[in-house]
């Protein structure tokens, strides 16, 4: 029998079929003498037990297409990034971070603006600007009156797609609007910080049409950036592309540089001054770590 795995908690690894079975598996000893850890998103084959159908073996592992570390889960099609308009506030930074990790391992982006319900226009203009500009994906929903949310659907049909966003950003509403069968906890938002409770404790993924899988995980409130060289950074933001070859210096870092033509284009409005601002953070960020 072949499946994913979507759950895995105290050793018990818990595999959908596709359609609607679900096994508790245990892995082979063999991966453990291997050093390999079995991942939510893996393929795997299994063998049932012949005392209970119910349950089986774990017995190997397919060819992964990627394996993110931030958060744990393997084969990801998309990643849907999740920020609110409300609170918990839009944090540009914290997004940012989030695309190095996601582009960094290679795995394709779509940003969600959740909490449509209550329009903040200036914000949601801010956003799209910044981030279609910068030639990713963004749409907006609300998953409490499900407007924008069958154009989301269509979207996220017949792929493994990662949810993942601050806490308290909704992930779990969402969840429960696309498959009210998850009955995921969404828990409220701490009125004293201003920001989500973590009601997610693990990653978990859920098969909510044939071939198509939602996996939600913990929120986050902080994030280090990925273990990146200085001179790798510029490549992980898209809209850098076009100016990089124009800068005076074939090794430019756009920062500080004499004739750096992605800095110019952040001071002349064609790039985010914002993202960039951001980026030259970043930079100082990594230039210091390596010091240590």
């Known amino acids: 029998m072949q499946g994913k795995i979507i759950k895995g908690i105290g050793g018990f690894y818990y595999v959908h079929d596709g359609r609607e079975t679900v096994v508790e598996c245990r892995a ?7 050093d390999i850890k079995p991942l939510v998103g893996d393929d795997v084959r299994i063998r049932l037990t012949e005392e209970d159908p119910g349950s089986g073996y ?12 931030r958060p744990a889960v393997a084969n990801a099609d998309l990643a849907l990034i999740l920020v609110s ?23 394709p982006v779509l940003i969600g603006i959740s909490k449509a319900d209550r ?14 500009g910068a030639g ?3 749409c907006s929903f609300s998953a409490l009156n499900g407007a924008g949310i069958p ?5 996220l049909r017949g792929r493994t797609t990662v949810l993942a966003g601050v806490s308290g950003v909704g992930k779990s509403t969402l969840l429960n609007r696309l498959l009210p069968a998850a009955a995921m906890e969404t828990g409220d938002l701490s009125r004293k910080l201003g920001r989500g409770r973590h009601t997610t404790r693990h990653s978990e993924i859920f098969c909510w049409e044939r071939d198509s899988f939602l996996c939600d995980t913990p929120g986050f409130s902080s994030l280090d950036l990925p273990p990146l060289e200085a ?12 100016y990089r070859e124009k800068c005076f210096f074939r090794d430019c870092l756009h920062h500080k540089e004499k004739d750096c033509a992605v800095r110019e284009a952040a001071e002349a409005g064609r790039i985010s001054a914002e993202r960039y601002e951001n980026y030259c953070r970043f930079l100082e960020e990594i230039r210091a770590r390596r010091k240590y």
């Open 119 to 132: 329009p903040d226009p200036e914000t949601e203009n801010r956003i799209r600007s910044n981030y279609e």
């Open 136 to 138: 990713y994906g963004v």
């Open 58 to 69: 774990i017995e190997e592992l397919l060819p992964r297409k990627n394996a993110l570390i």
């Open 85 to 107: 308009l409300h609170k918990p506030a839009f944090h540009p930074a914290l997004l940012d971070r989030f695309l190095l990790w996601m582009g960094w391992q290679q795995v």
């Open 231 to 242: 001179e790798d950074l510029a490549a992980l933001y898209p809209e850098f592309e076009p």
């Open 151 to 155: 154009e989301l659907a269509e979207r």
């Open 28 to 34: 082979r000893g063999t991966f453990r003498l291997q």
